[in-house]
């Protein structure tokens, strides 16, 4: 389809009598809901005197929120289910090395592997895929998210075979980093795209499917490596580590059908196509693209993000001394991010912005939300479950294993509400119970290790006792930290440094958990109660910063989130974003949806 950049898709509304209309503007909140083809509006004046320089807010939604959400929109489901195969490949990482570490082949082929060992072999997936998520933060903006995906498959499969066909310990390192590289980068770019393509409505549940699957690849990986422990050989692990190549390939053939970003494409200055494929993805015809309201609504809100961020950027450049000019600045970032060309200095600057007072808090908040999920203690539960369970006191391989991989169900189990409930009681809610919850978990444990521990065979209760609390804390991470540690960084940052924000906050993640996998294993050496005691302390400390330090971000659409960050935002950015709105139509299809409501009502 042939595009103009430099147009923008919609133009203002036409009001005849402006004064008998604006006369007709509620006072008061208000729900629009007389919307054709289905959704609902709700329409907030800002009070008189309020500090606030918006003179109304808004939300909407195109139909129920959370699962029945999903259920409705099959589309926007299935593609963001697709995606989320990427998380699959984290998981099954993660699930299938607990097995690995134990099993008999394994431990006889090279005996020399002790507790750093170990350590580094599984820290270096976690690593590496610190540094694919960073470079592929990079190439998000700059090619289509098809074309990352797929190549970032590519670098999965080429480590997942290395590792499969391991001929030297030194083989499964290398191939565990090279594999690290491409989960890094699918890592980031799948809870990226899944909110770049949700609706405000239910992309807290959308998003909360990388969890899932996630969690999902941990229980895969885990009983793949329980049921061929027992077989001959080196074919014990060669099995379910060369499994996790399954799930590379569907996702690298898949990804090929996957609609592109529609906000990627508005920023490209593709307008038509991100129309297109947003009406597709909100389940709606050709015919009735152009009287939708709220498809008008989207795209116009992206557009006004894209238009915000030139405008910002350039503003920032003419400042520093970079740029000669705004029109100047705009056709080169336009040209830049459609033709793939690589500055430096530009660059620098792109990644600088994240830590500028305008973004600090966003950044914060990323980086925190994964150091937090890391230092609960979950990974640790993962990567060395039967180890760790030895240590609270069961004995046997195979009660041991078994009691471990109940760690992975209950995880899975636990996401299943948080898909349904996420959007409706909230993401702060269920971070501030979660981190109770947790740290009330891991202190009970370490109290019974430290009690308890010298004689667990006289104490088998205590050591029951134990493994329940582990549940429970498996069980609060997976509705709490497990799922909106991926929605969370999705959201908050705006589509100017939205790739970058959510590629820092996964290196986070991956540097956190490469620093637990590495250890975890010394730690549980030198003192079970202390290593729980730490993850405790990590879990009140969760507790407090969701408490004081996040915004609550459900059901409020993503150009809109910047209004939740008022206060650090900018006033400027703020004054610029509502001419825009004003300039491309936003305000007034606002005005007129509300005030045609209300004469309705009145009439």
Known sequence: MSHNPGAEYY????????????????????????????????????????????????????????????????????????????????????????????MKDFLERWPDVGPWEKGVMTAVLELFALAGSLVYGVLADRYSRRTTFFTACVVFCVGSALQCGARKFSDLVVGRAIGGFGVGALSMLCPLYMAEISPPEFRGALMAMEQFSIVLGCVL??????????????????????????????????????????????????TDDALQTLAKLRLRSEHEVQDDP??????????????????????????????????????????????????????????????SKKFIDRTWIGILMMVFQQWSGINALLYYGPTLIREIGLKGDTVSLVVSGGIGIVQFIAVLPAIA???????????????????????????????????????????WVAVGFVYLFTASYGV?????????????????????????????????????GLVTPALLATSPSITFLIFATA?????????????????????????????????????????????????????????????????
């Open 11 to 102: 133009t203002p509304l036409r009001t005849e009598d402006p004064e008998r209309h604006q006369s007709h503007v509620p006072e008061e909140g208000y729900r629009v809901t007389s919307i054709p083809y289905g959704g609902s509006l709700d329409f907030t004046p800002v009070a008189a005197g309020s500090s606030s320089q918006d003179s109304y807010t808004y939300t909407y939604r195109y139909g129920p929120p959370g699962l029945a959400g999903l259920l409705r929109n099959r589309y926007t489901f299935a593609c963001a289910l697709f995606a989320s195969i990427g998380g699959l490949t984290f998981g099954y990482d993660q699930g299938v090395i607990a097995n690995v570490l134990v």
């Open 221 to 270: 990986g885990f009983w793949a490596g329980f049921f061929t422990r027992g077989v001959e050989g080196s074919a014990s692990w060669r099995i379910p580590l060369g499994a996790q190549l399954i799930p590379g390939l569907v996702l690298a053939t898949g990804c090929v059908f996957l609609p592109p970003s529609p906000r990627l494409l508005v920023a490209q200055g593709r």
């Open 294 to 355: 709220l498809l008008r609504i989207e795209m116009l809100e992206m557009q006004v993000e894209a238009r915000l961020v030139r405008q910002t950027q350039n503003l920032s450049s003419s400042s520093s001394g970079t740029g000669s000019g705004i029109g100047l600045q705009l056709s080169e970032g336009e040209e830049c991010l459609k033709s793939g060309s690589f500055n430096v200095t530009a660059e620098f600057e792109s990644w600088a912005r994240l830590f």
């Open 421 to 463: 409930y996420i959007d409706s009681v909230g993401r702060k809610a269920l971070l501030r119970g979660g981190g109770i919850v947790m740290g009330c978990s891991h202190l009970a444990i370490a109290s019974l290790v430290m009690f308890f521990g010298r004689d667990w065979g006289s104490h088998s209760m205590a050591a």
């Open 480 to 516: 709490s930290y497990g799922p909106i540690g991926w929605v969370l960084p999705s959201e908050v940052f705006p589509q100017s440094v939205r790739s970058k924000g959510v590629a820092l906050s996964t290196a986070s993640n991956w540097l956190n958990n490469f620093l637990i």
């Open 539 to 603: 879990c009140f400390a969760a507790y407090f910063w969701a408490t004081y330090w996040i915004p609550e971000t459900a059901n409020v659409s993503l150009e809109d989130i910047d209004t939740l960050f008022g206060s650090t935002a900018g006033r400027e950015d703020l004054r610029i974003k509502r001419q825009i709105e004003r300039e491309l139509g936003l305000h007034d299809l606002i005005q007129e949806l509300v005030r045609g409501s209300s004469l309705d009502v009145d009439e």
